[in-house]
Each structure stands twice: as structure tokens, then as C-alpha cells.
């Protein structure tokens, strides 16, 4: 009989989508290069030409069965040994190839983490602002999301209301920085007092708290900053990755997940996860993209129009009088709306052609969220547009 | 905390993964070429040319953000309106691009429309001998498998045991023709058959039943052989199909979910499997073998050497004196073992580097499964070696 409840998740669409899909229909009557959608965050620099002439490579001269055949149920090892070297190389640390675990992109890694580390009931806390996919992630598992609401000063973790949403019965703590919607890049400090008060919490309820890290954006950092391998700093900490922005292929469903060796049980994770695959419907990503991933590691798109469309930005609306933190990575930025109704504020920025999320969706209502992958010249048309809505609408 | 039902899992290994493993060992031992393992079903025929190229194509020609884009929820729209328009022209169904929904693979196929048709605690009903992976498909997602025993005449549906194992909570029935280990494809009469007696059913029990049904073998077919589109048979149909096996691509994962335009809900399933994504690691395909498989439908490796392996080992099982149906397709043939206890078969044949998996492992003990993509003078030899284990432990 068919399920009520994903029919009804029919009905309750996700706002982010339903945002571009009005720029979508917008741009049918106006032209597209007209509407200033920052709504999604979908790659906008080119996939490295390397990459393309690796697969190419791959295709001119591999057996077909080998490049195209089944892969380990973990990943292919020959993959899994690359990505570990190259995280021990990069970060420091001690993976061998049982410790990955290679996935359909951040969110199969995400979904996968979940499971291994929590049973149904168990609770999971996240951050607000927070990526309102984790929703999903978590509470289709059987386990429960909690939300922290967001330190609005910086964007860093409000230890206080952290405090008082851990209980026995948290199981995992889900992080994401460089952070989606805010660009924020959790500092040293924010780390080690998360690392050191989850270390105190796993005494006090005599069990295991980990740390499910979401790291898509890791390599989108800005100029002076960086930004700590979490991992590093906590010993149960599952770093959940993508290859989705870092090289423009989301369509590729590339990611892992990556278990500290230290964590408890971490040689055992990868495998686990093989088994979590198993009932929902193997999320072993495709071989060729494993193949030629792994033999481009360390290269990524040229990141850096990231970082110029985000000085534009954050310049203007400072200048217009936004209260907004500067973004130290991603492709977002996360401004306080000019009306404690932020919905309201983006439907009539709409009125402009302007496209923004507003941050209802990321548990934090009064902001909304600009996704600045876009070319450089729209960003410069879309704050002459911005300019005009704050004038006419707010008086600014 | 970790999860213990997933750590538990890890001591449980699959059966045929263990042969496998065995076969694996020993090749190191004696070369390769002196092990027969008939334990794998991984094709052993080249992709087609075809495909290879259009995939170069494809990398040479297209923007590199729109071959490896994200694609929407459901599947890139373009290719499910091909996939609809190719299935429609080929087995007269009525299709839309909203009836499709694209997956990692039959596997991911099967774990949502398993999701789409139950909630937990309904049954769906499975036949003996079948694929062992859908204990997992099935009870990870809440609802239960109950497996008819075999039909071990025919390989067809044992009818009398089937109205046995139905009750008011059968929500779906899971079938895979042609089969896997068998081999046998369902005739027209058993099709109809098994559509009256469910569309009793849901009379009587007032409420849908659901065949889902595992096709990936759906073009592996053997001279004279016809395989009924099911769906053509019955409405509640959800066709779950991979490319896996038709064009030796197991390791890019990529299937899909057909629901039969006449089914209950029909146009909505496609759209729920996208929802059900959300919580199980979007399943979405890699983008590029989406676009580049859609360009070759119909196109398939060259699949006539199964047969031409099939009809040795039957040939050979005949005048051996084994008991065994004749497949229809595939690339398994599943004999009556020697002895009662085919665990006990299969472990004597070892000593003769036959690697066959026991019948026990498909909810059918006293058989074993044998798969046939193989070189075909490995076959030849492979009997040679057979027909020496059959004479000295048997005295046949």
C-alpha cells in the first residue's frame, strides 16, 4: 500500500527549491542573465580540465570491464588507499584504507555516519543556521534531530544553549564548517572547546558522543583563513566529504566518509557502513568517477571567484547597512533581513528580481542567505538591484 | 554510539562473498586460470564500444557544468523522458518521464520501492530460490520478507504455497524473472496467474498489493525463450531495473524505478522515491552515465556467449546424471546438488577448485548455484574438472 508518509513530504516542498524554480520560470519571461538568483548552491567555475582528460584517459585505455566493473562493497581499495594517504598528507593524520568509506556524495557519507553511530530514539544536535536537508538525514534514520539555536554574533557554536540541548541521550553532534548558509569557518578555539566538552559528556554518560563532521566545503576558504581539521582535534569524529564543489561535479555522486583510527571502533566503521549500504540500496559511487578522482587528488576548480563575488557583496551590503558577518569560506553569506520577517523580506525582494533563501529554513529566522556561485558580472548587476530594493522598499 | 546491529552484521558475512573470497586465495596459489569459480555474477563480456565512445564524446564536447551538474531529484528530466519513450516503443507501455525514477542500480531501485509501498511491520512476500541481498532490501526498511518455498520442479510459482503466505498485511510481492539462481524466466501462464490471484487479493483484503519487480536480467535471454513485460500484466507494477548486467556496467549504478502509469498513485511514485532519497543518501545516479546511457538505448554488450555456456553446463549436468531445469536466461543455472546437504556438496567440489555457492544461501538447500560468466574454455575445462569430482566422490 503506498506510503503515507512520503506522499504527504509531497505536499511540503523545500523552500530552496521553490525559490529557484520561480527564478526558473522568471527567467523564461525576462531572460536569464536578468534574474539575480542567489538561491542555489550549485558549482559555477568549470571542472578542471585535468579531470575530463583523466576520464577521457580512463576510457582510451582501461579494460572496460575493470574501469566499469563492481567495486569493493567499501569502494575500490586502490581509491580508498589514495584518499587516505592523501588526508594523512594533507591533515596529519593516521588513516589507512579500512578507515574510508566511499559514498554517493556529503549527503549517502552523512547518511551513512547516522546510522553507524546511533540506534532509533538516540539524538543528534546540530547547529542553527543549519543545512535543512540534516533533517532528513536524521530523522529518517529512526534517531531525532536537535537544533542549538545560532550564536547571531559570529556564527561560531553558543556553548550556553549547547549545554543545555545535551542530554544522555546524544549520541552525535553534526557540524559543518565551512559552514552552509553562513560561510563561517569554526575557529581553533570554538573546536577545541566543542572537542573538550563532548570529552567531558562521554564521562559523564559513560558512552561514546561522535562528532559527524559535514566538510563540503573544505576547500573554500578566503584570504588568512583556516580552517581546522576537525578530526585532529577530536578522536570520535567522522569526517563526511564530497568532491561535489571542490572539482564542480555534483551530478557525480563522489564522496566518504572518513573514521578517525583513534575513534572507538574507527577500523570497523567503513565496514559497517558497507553493511548499512545494504538496506538502502548500496550507495557505491560509480566506478570511473572513483578511479579518476582518485588519481586528480589535491586539484580542485578555480575556487578564488568564490572570494571576489563575496567581497562585493559584503562590501555593498555593509555599505547599505546590513548587519552581517564576513564569510571566511563556501559560497553563502548570511545577512540579518532589513524586517524581523525575513520571508516577507525576500518576497519583496523578488519584486526585484533578486533571489534569496530566507533563513527560516536553516532554523534561523530574521536572516536569509545568498549563494554567490554566479558569475561575477551578475553579482555586480544584482547589487544595482539590491541597491534599488533597499532604497525604494526600506527607505536606505 | 555504535551502532550494534551494523557491528553484528560484520560477523555475518554473505556466503557467496566468502566462496568468492576462497576462490580468490586459491587463484594466488595455482594462477587463476586453474581456479573455476563459478561463484560471481559479474559479467565477463567487454561494454560495447558504443558506449565508450559516446562517453568520450561527451567529455570532449559538453560544458563540463552541464555533463556533471546536479540532476534533479528524480533523474536528469531529458533521460527519463527517453528511458519512458524506449520502454514504451518496447513493450507497448504508456509511460511519462513522471513514471521514472533513476537509481544506483537495481539495489537502489528495489530499496525504494520497497519504501514507496510499505511502512514497517507489513510483509512482502518473496519466492525461494532468491537473491539473499533482499532480506536486506526488505527488513532494514521495517517491513518483513516471508519467502514461498520453491517451485523446485519448474522454478515457477508455487501457487499453493504462495496463498499460504498471503495475508491481510502482504503489501507487495517481490519477484525477479528471469531469475537469479535459477535461471528461469516466468511464463506468460505464471504471470497471469500470480496478477488474477493478487488482484483477488486486494478485493479481498481492500487494499493494494504491490509487485515489485527485479529485472536486471531482463535482456539476458536464451533462443526461443519470451520473458512477459510484467507490468503489462498487472497495474500495482513497479518495473526495477539496472544496467548492470546489459551493458557490464555493475560498478556506475545505474537503474530505475518504472511505476506502471495504471498503478494507485502511479504519477506520484517517481516523485515519493525522490522524497524517500532524502533520508537514505540521495541516490541519484552520476550524471554523465545518465546522459551517456541514454544516448545507447537498446544497445547491449554481447550477451551470446551465456548462452553458449549454458548449454555446456547443461549439456554436461544432463549426461552426469544431475537433476536440473534448463534456464531461460541469465548467466546461473541452479542444479539439484549430489547429496542432501549442498553445503557439504559445494565444500567437496572445493577440493577440485570448483567454486559452486550452496542452494541453502537462496533459501533453497540441497541445490547449488552456478554462474556462467565465465570464459568459455574455462567452462570446458571447468567440466572436465566436474565430471573428475562427480566419478571420484559420487562414483557416477
Known amino acids: 500500500m503506498i506510503s503515507q508518509k512520503y506522499k504527504e513530504m509531497l505536499g511540503a516542498k523545500s523552500v530552496i527549491r521553490e ?3 520561480w527564478a526558473g520560470a522568471r527567467a523564461k519571461e525576462i531572460g536569464k542573465e536578468n534574474v539575480f538568483d542567489f538561491s542555489l548552491g550549485n558549482p559555477s567555475v568549470p571542472v578542471p580540465q585535468v579531470f575530463t582528460d583523466k576520464m577521457i584517459e580512463l576510457l582510451q585505455s582501461r579494460d572496460t570491464m575493470e574501469l566499469h566493473g563492481y567495486s569493493q562493497s567499501q569502494g575500490i581499495l586502490a581509491v580508498r588507499k589514495k584518499f587516505a594517504q592523501f588526508l594523512n598528507q594533507t591533515y596529519g593524520m593516521e588513516y589507512t584504507a579500512e578507515h574510508i568509506f566511499m559514498t554517493t556524495g556529503a549527503a549517502g557519507a552523512v547518511a551513512h555516519a547516522v546510522r553507524a553511530v546511533t540506534q532509533p530514539g538516540d539524538e543528534v544536535i546540530t547547529f542553527a543556521p543549519y543545512f535543512p536537508e540534516y533533517n532528513h538525514y536524521v530523522n529518517q534514520t529512526g534517531a531525532v534531530l536537535k537544533i542549538v539555536p545560532a550564536d547571531t554574533q559570529q556564527f561560531q557554536i553558543h556553548f550556553e544553549q549547547l549545554e543545555k540541548t545535551l542530554t544522555p541521550k546524544t549520541m552525535a553532534v553534526l557540524i559543518n564548517s565551512p559552514n552552509n548558509p553562513s560561510g563561517t569557518v569554526y575557529s581553533e578555539q570554538t573546536v577545541k572547546r566543542l572537542a573538550e566538552l563532548l570529552c567531558e559528556k562521554q564521562k559523564e554518560y559513560g558512552h561514546d558522543i561522535f562528532i559527524i563532521s559535514d566538510e563540503p566545503y573544505r576547500e573554500i576558504l578566503f584570504a588568512g583563513v583556516k580552517a581546522p581539521y576537525i578530526s585532529k582535534y577530536y578522536d570520535n569524529t567522522l569526517s563526511c566529504y564530497s568532491f561535489a564543489k571542490s572539482l564542480s561535479i555534483p551530478g557525480e555522486r563522489l564522496g566518504y566518509v572518513a573514521a578517525n583510527p583513534n575513534a572507538t571502533d574507527g577500523e570497523l566503521i567503513s565496514a559497517m557502513c558497507a553493511q548499512i549500504s545494504r538496506g538502502i540500496g548500496h550507495n557505491c559511487p ?8 582518485a588519481e586528480v587528488l589535491g586539484v580542485t576548480s578555480d ?43 525576500c518576497k519583496k525582494a523578488m519584486q526585484y528580481d533578486l533571489v534569496f533563501v530566507p533563513g527560516d529554513s536553516f532554523g534561523c529566522p530574521g536572516y536569509f542567505r545568498m549563494a554567490y556561485c554566479v558569475e561575477t558580472d551578475k553579482v555586480r548587476r544584482g547589487m544595482e538591484a539590491l541597491r534599488r530594493f533597499v532604497k525604494e522598499v526600506y527607505n536606505k
Do not use: H, R
Not at 572570494?307 to 559560497?331: A, C, H, R, S, W
Open 303 to 345: 575556487l578564488s571567484v568564490y572570494e571576489t563575488n563575496m567581497n562585493i557583496i559584503y562590501d555593498e551590503l555593509v555599505q547599505l547597512g546590513f548587519t552581517v558577518v564576513k564569510p571566511g569560506g563556501t559560497f553563502y553569506i548570511f545577512p540579518k533581513a532589513l524586517e524581523a520577517d525575513s520571508v516577507a523580506f
Open 19 to 21: 525559490m529557484s524554480e
Open 286 to 293: 560509480p566506478s570511473i568517477i572513483q578511479i579518476a578522482v
